[in-house]
């Protein structure tokens, strides 16, 4: 852990150095999951041409390894340099919820630098929880919780959300859930997202409605190189009696597609998302 923290104390000049390194290897020599990423174009993006699909694939591989030397850097940055590089253009979306004293569920992607953005909000004020799926290494897994609870955040295992929802019940915070992982094929909401037919969890529809919280969607685009805009997307609000059933996730899906759409380089095409079919 001391080795890692050393490391991030390094200037981001620096760290990007040996990210430009570290794509020359997971690109050209490690290959690291190629064929996924090709696989997951091709399906996404069936319109573009193999060239433009390689485009894509390279500007993915340097966004992850930009990704993996901020989350690094994400050890030691400071406040002052976390508000020059990540910027809020609409807080005002989240801060009226705030001062009525209501929780606010905050749906994002893999998409650019998402361990930035709940540190990113952190500093400019509210207080910030964040929902995560423990990992296997005890190394990275307690690496991934000290990033994640800079700054006064709290960190939640993805089993303990709902317990946790009722013991702090009506407390004024955002509470951010990274949405676009497959879910289990029985319990999930499916629907067409980038060509294909996809699973995803409903648990934040189903919290919303039991806790009468807003639902804001995270975009993230990147500005330069380490500078990136955060935009908040209204969902939906309570009262929510009149709205169908999952119309939460369904939003979140078509914004979350959108977006991508728009700069696919930015998403993490390594996972296999679509590896569950409907039964």
Not at 11 to 34: E, M
Request: hydrophobic share 40%; charged share 25%; proline share 7%.
């Amino acid at each position: 852990m001391v080795f890692f923290r050393v490391l991030s104390r390094l200037p981001l000049r620096l760290l990007y150095g040996f990210a430009d390194f570290l794509y020359l290897i997971l690109r050209y020599v490690v290959r690291y999951r190629w064929s996924v990423v090709l696989e997951n174009l091709q399906n996404a993006f069936p319109e573009k041409s193999p060239a433009e699909r390689c485009r894509i694939a390279n500007g993915f591989y340097r966004n992850l390894t930009d990704v993996f030397v901020e989350t690094l850097k994400g050890l030691t940055i400071s406040e002052e340099e976390l508000r020059r590089r990540v910027h809020f253009p609409n807080t005002s979306v989240f801060q009226t919820y705030l001062d009525t004293a209501q929780t606010v569920l905050i749906m994002t992607s893999h998409q650019c630098n998402w361990e930035w953005q709940s540190p990113g909000a952190r500093v400019l004020g509210p207080a910030v929880d964040v929902v995560y799926q423990p990992l296997t290494s005890r190394l990275f897994d307690r690496l991934m919780r000290q990033v994640r609870s800079r700054f006064g955040i709290t960190p939640i295992p993805m089993q303990g959300l709902l317990r946790d929802m009722v013991r702090r019940r009506g407390q004024p915070r955002l509470i951010g859930l990274v949405a676009d992982q497959a879910a289990p094929p029985g319990t999930a909401y499916w629907t067409n997202f980038l060509h294909q037919e996809t699973d995803f969890f409903v648990g934040t529809d189903k919290l919303a409605r039991q806790f009468a919280c807003p639902v804001l969607f995270v975009e993230m685009r990147r500005l330069s190189r380490g500078h990136y805009e955060v935009t908040l997307h209204p969902l939906a609000e309570p009262p929510y009696d009149a709205l169908p059933p999952l119309a939460i996730i369904e939003a979140y899906v078509r914004k979350l597609e959108q977006s991508i759409r728009a700069n696919p380089s930015d998403w993490l095409w390594s996972h296999r998302r679509w590896k569950h079919k409907r039964t």
